[in-house]
Structures are given as structure tokens and as C-alpha cells.
């Protein structure tokens, strides 16, 4: 079963830095591209940023070019989201998704909740 | 503003059937695949159509896709209460240095 378990969300003042891991396991971790998909309370979903299954590309979304860094780690099945410079409206709970083509995400993990304050 | 436009609310009775549009550009429902995601109260998104109008196993075939040109559309037929939802399509867009759009999502009301 495919499982995708998002952790290191938290409060965190504004121009402060947070690390968002997501731990994946029921398949085979380094053949897939994944990505974080965020959404701001009460709003729509954003896509932030994706990475190749080799990391051989990296795609961001231009709000948070330049601040937020994505990577991952294919022998310990994890991906990650190192986020500087943090914002108000950066206020969301963070997906991470698996997809097997760009925009065709298959599976969510159930998101964690990134709060930063003013 | 998403690059994607949906309309903010549909609704429907139970047994009727509900259309959302999405509506987008040649820089990506022009050139690519449309998906459907639907996000119940307090859930993660979940895939319900795929590559235009493909479902996943699990879908009932009263849910349906189409695209024509830099439009798309979800049908949901046969309305139940379980289908009061929050809708997205989404697509790859070609226009800035690859990007995933949203659209601006869909709240479905069943009266």
C-alpha cells in the first residue's frame, strides 16, 4: 500500500526557516517525480515545487523561487522542503504527491500544517 | 487568481446530473492533459480523473471527463450526497519554466 506520511510542520515567525520531510513507502521511491502542493486556509491548491525520481529536475513555482529548496533522499524514501525566508502567506498545510506525469498526482500524503506569524 | 478558471459553486438534487468547466490556454489545456481532483471536508485531494477522462480504479462510471481544445469539463451524474465536495482541474503549463496550474476549485453543493 502506498503511504505517504508528511511531518515538520509547526509555528514559525515570519523570515524564519522550517524543514517539511515526507516519508514514502508501498512502492519503489527513487523511479518516481514528487512534489509539495500546498493550501492556504479556506483556499484552493497550489502547486510548489517538483523533483525528478534521480532529482534530475527541479521545478518551483515562482512565489517561492528563491526561497524554498527541494530535495530528496532515495535510500531513506524521503522527500523534503527546506523554506526560508518564510512569509504570512505562506500560512498553508503542505501535501506531498506523488505523481507519474507532471500535473497527474496518484497519491497525497495527508499534509501538515504550516503556520507563520506575523 | 488561478491560471485556470472554474466557477466558484455548482450544485445539484440528489439523482440529477452536474457539469464543472475549466477553462485555461494553449499554454496548457491547449497542449496537455486535463485532471480532476476531488477534496472532501478535512481530506487530502484524491485523483479522479486522469489524462482528460480516465478513472482510476475505484471511480464510479458516473463521474466523467472530456477536453476540447483549452477547455474541460467534469460530469458527475446520478448526484449523491457523497459527492458534496471541493473540485480542481489541473494541468501542466508550458508558458514559464514548467509549471503545474490549478484551477481555483469548485465547491459542490447537493440540495
Known amino acids: 500500500e502506498v503511504q505517504l506520511v508528511e511531518s515538520g510542520g509547526g509555528l514559525v515567525k515570519a523570515g524564519g526557516s522550517l524543514r517539511l520531510s515526507c516519508e514514502a513507502s508501498g512502492f519503489t521511491f527513487s523511479t518516481y517525480s514528487m512534489n509539495w502542493v500546498r493550501q492556504a486556509p479556506g483556499k484552493g491548491l497550489e502547486w510548489v515545487s517538483s523533483?525528478?525520481?534521480?532529482?534530475?529536475?527541479?521545478y518551483y513555482a515562482d512565489s517561492v523561487k528563491g526561497r524554498f529548496t527541494i530535495s530528496r533522499d532515495n535510500a531513506k524514501n524521503s522527500l523534503y522542503l527546506q523554506m526560508n525566508s518564510l512569509r504570512a502567506g505562506d500560512t498553508a498545510v503542505y501535501y506531498c504527491?506523488?505523481?507519474?506525469?507532471?500535473?497527474?498526482?496518484?497519491?497525497w500524503g495527508q499534509g501538515t500544517l504550516v503556520t507563520v506569524s506575523s | 487568481q488561478s491560471v485556470l478558471t472554474q466557477p466558484p459553486s455548482a450544485s445539484g438534487t440528489p439523482g440529477q446530473r452536474v457539469t464543472i468547466s475549466c477553462s485555461g490556454s494553449s499554454s496548457n489545456l491547449g497542449r496537455g492533459y486535463v485532471y480532476w481532483y476531488q477534496q472532501l471536508p478535512g481530506t487530502a485531494p484524491k485523483l479522479l480523473i486522469y489524462?482528460?477522462?480516465q478513472r482510476p480504479s475505484g471511480v464510479p462510471d458516473r463521474i466523467s471527463g472530456s477536453k476540447s481544445g483549452t477547455s474541460a469539463s467534469l460530469a458527475i451524474s446520478g448526484l449523491r450526497s457523497e459527492d458534496a465536495a471541493d473540485y480542481y482541474c489541473?494541468?501542466?503549463?508550458?508558458?514559464?519554466?514548467?509549471?503545474?496550474?490549478f484551477g481555483g476549485g469548485t465547491k459542490l453543493t447537493v440540495l
Open positions: 504527491a506523488r505523481d507519474t506525469v507532471p500535473a497527474e498526482f496518484d497519491y
Open positions: 523533483i525528478g525520481g534521480s532529482s534530475g529536475f527541479i
Open positions: 489541473a494541468a501542466w503549463d508550458d508558458s514559464l519554466s514548467g509549471t503545474v496550474v
Open positions: 489524462r482528460n477522462n
